[in-house]
Structures are given as C-alpha cells and as structure tokens.
C-alpha cells in the first residue's frame, strides 16, 4: 500500500531526550519542538522514540505526530527500528538532536551536536554514554546534510575536529522561555521566607555529576565559611538542583557532611519550582569543566540573577558582559568573586539589569525560525 503524503514535508525528529526525564538536551528538544510547532506551518512534524514519551499530550495538542516503536536500548532502536521507519516513504527528513544519526539514514538528515565532550573530556562521561555516542560520530556528521551546533564555542570544536562538516556547519543559540523573568522584591522575599532562607542564598542547578565541576564549588563555598569572621559574616546557604548523576557518590558523601553548614541538594525540582528558586537567589554559581551551550546560566540571568560562570567552553559567550567568569579549576578565584558580589549590592543590581537585558536576545522562536531555514536547505 503506498503511503499517504502530506502537502507539506514531513520533518520525523528523535524523541528519545524525553525519554523518561527530560534533562538539558530533552529541555531543547521539546522547547524547540514545540517552537517549531508553532512556527511558519511550513512543515508537519513527527515524533519518534523507543517507548512513550514524557510531556506526550503537551506535544500532541501542539500538532505533533508521536510514534513510539518499543526497543530494549535507545542506540538499538536508533541503529535498527529507526532506519526502517523512517524508509516507509512518508518521511522528507529526519532531524536528530541528539549528536549521531543511524549509521544509514534513508532519508536526508540534520543532526544538532550539543558538545564535544565524549572525546574531549571522556572522564566526564560514562561508559554507557561514551559506547552509544563516539562509534557513531564521525559518520553521522558525515552523512548530515546540515550540522547545528549550539554555540559558536561547540561549532568551533566540531570545525577542528571534524574539518569536512565547515560548508555544512550552522550555528543556531539556544532559548529561554519567557516565564524566567525577574519577580518583585516583595515576591523575592517572600520566596526566601517559604524556602527557609530568608537572607537569600547561592543557587546552582545542573545534574550532580563530574563535567559539573561541583566539588570546585564546595571548595570556595568552604572558603568562604572560613574566611567569616563571625555567624552573621558567614556565607549564604548553597542550594544544589538536580538529579544525581553517575560518578556522584563522593560528591554526595561531602554535600552530606556539610548540609548542617549550609549545603542543601533538593535533587530533581518541578519547573514551577525550579522558577522560584532562581527568582529568590542572591547569585547562581555554575563553574563547569564544559558546557555545549549553558542553559541555567541564561535561565538565572533572565530571572535577574547575577550569574558567576567558569570561564570555559561557551559560557562566555552565553553571558557576555552581563556575567563573571573565573578559571574552572580555581576554587579561590571563585571564592574571592562570590566574596566581591556579595559585598557589593550595587554591583549585583547591574550585573542583574544587564543579564535581563541579554536574555532577550535568545529565544526559542528565533531558534525555531532559523532551524526551519536550515531544514528548507536540507531538503533542497
């Protein structure tokens, strides 16, 4: 039987960053999708994975087909059911945000590389990650017809490495969505009050994990509390966000040691949440070894949080002047700007004005309508 085409081509995207929690890479899949969804209508969209996807009804009344075609691994079902689906003649492209594409995509394809970071800092990764990922790589940057990278910092590595991709490399920013915006100074301190931290507090929010860099962040957060000459000249509370990731057990071990000192790890936190921590924050702190693009940063920014980065990978590029960046393996340089901003409000007010400033200037729908650009030249 042959199969029914649409009048506009169809775009099949891999879904499997929803599956089942989605963390930075699913958070651009499905804010990207659905900015796409609500695009120039230029394109239908189907959705593809290997079991059911979280947000599924969100992404289905946006007007996007989902299919889930049961497998055991994910690189399995990529490798070998995806292939076959994508061959049944109702597909015009497929898009992978996830770095590799099948080995042979019967259909035109784009890839969206994140980082570099399963061979440029493969201690960062798990074997798992780094088996389903690098035997796959140079091939699918190969057969893409276009390669986007997040950051100019990840295209500048995917131009080094992978010299052949330059014709066809873009590059297409990250956005933030419009909910991350600053709260009223009543609301500021009336979430304080409910989270139990009234003076406010450090905030970082990423998967408890290597690349993360946190056990830099605990060594100037306990400089800074032995540098306090006093309780009341002790640092504010640091509040860790995130899942715990692989390689974590020491880390958990020390943040357990000094929770009684002022280190609290809320784990894994609901959007809804999520805002209202960033909204009460003092300053975030993010000193990670490698970032493809830097999404809490820009998300604290946007909420009119100073943000204090490391000063690697692209998030420099992500802040601009409107953040402090410090090397990632100097704990007393990060130290010493923690210490600066927290004594200086003045300071911590315009670097605030300035980071809601340049949030603006990244937005999923500006991603959206270049990806549909680039998917036009694919086809092409």
């Not at 080094?160 to 419009?178: I, K, M, N, Q, S």
Request: proline share 9%; charged share 20%; aromatic share 6%.
């Amino acid at each position: 039987m042959t199969a029914v085409r649409s009048s506009r081509p169809t775009i099949a995207v891999d879904l499997r960053a929803l599956v089942p929690d989605a963390t930075g890479i699913g958070v651009y899949t499905r804010e990207l999708l659905l900015a796409l969804a609500r695009g120039s209508g230029a394109f239908r969209y189907l959705g593809l994975a290997h079991r059911p996807v979280q947000g599924a009804a969100e992404l289905a009344a946006a007007g996007i087909a989902l299919e889930a075609h049961p497998a055991p691994l994910g690189v399995l079902w990529q490798q070998l059911v995806l292939p076959r689906r994508l061959a049944r003649g109702d597909v015009d492209l497929f898009w992978s945000p996830l770095t590799t594409l099948p080995l042979a995509p019967p259909v035109p394809a784009v890839v969206t590389v994140h980082d570099l970071t399963a061979i440029l800092l493969p201690e960062t990764h798990n074997a798992r990650v780094r088996w389903s990922l690098v035997p796959f790589l140079s091939r699918s940057l190969l057969r893409a017809r276009r390669v986007v990278a997040v950051s100019r910092a990840t295209a500048a590595d995917v131009a080094f490495h992978f010299p052949e991709t330059a014709p066809r490399l873009r590059v297409v920013h990250e956005g933030v969505d419009p909910a991350f915006a600053p709260a009223p100074p009543e609301r500021v301190a009336a979430i304080r009050l409910e989270l139990g931290w009234p003076g406010g507090y450090l905030l970082c929010v990423g998967t408890v994990e290597p690349r993360k860099n946190l056990g830099i962040l605990l060594d100037a957060w306990e400089a800074l509390l032995a540098g306090g000459s006093s309780e009341a000249a002790a640092p504010p509370p640091l509040v860790l966000a995130g899942g715990y990731g692989w390689g974590s057990r020491g880390l958990v071990r020390r943040i357990e040691r000094l929770a009684p000192r002022g280190v609290h790890a809320l784990g894994r936190v609901a959007p809804e949440h999520l805002l209202r921590l960033y909204q009460g924050a003092l300053l975030f702190v993010y000193p990670s070894l490698y970032e493809g693009f830097g999404l809490p940063p820009l998300e604290a920014m946007a909420c009119g949080v100073p943000a204090v980065v490391s000063d690697a990978a692209s998030l420099p590029e992500v802040v601009g002047d409107a953040g402090i960046t410090v090397p990632p393996h100097d704990a007393g340089a990060l130290a010493a700007a923690l210490a600066a901003l927290l004594a200086d409000p003045g300071r911590r007010r315009e670097l605030a004005r300035r980071g809601v400033e340049r949030a603006k200037l990244f937005r999923w729908e500006t991603a959206a309508a270049r990806m549909e650009e680039i998917f036009a030249e694919a086809l092409e």
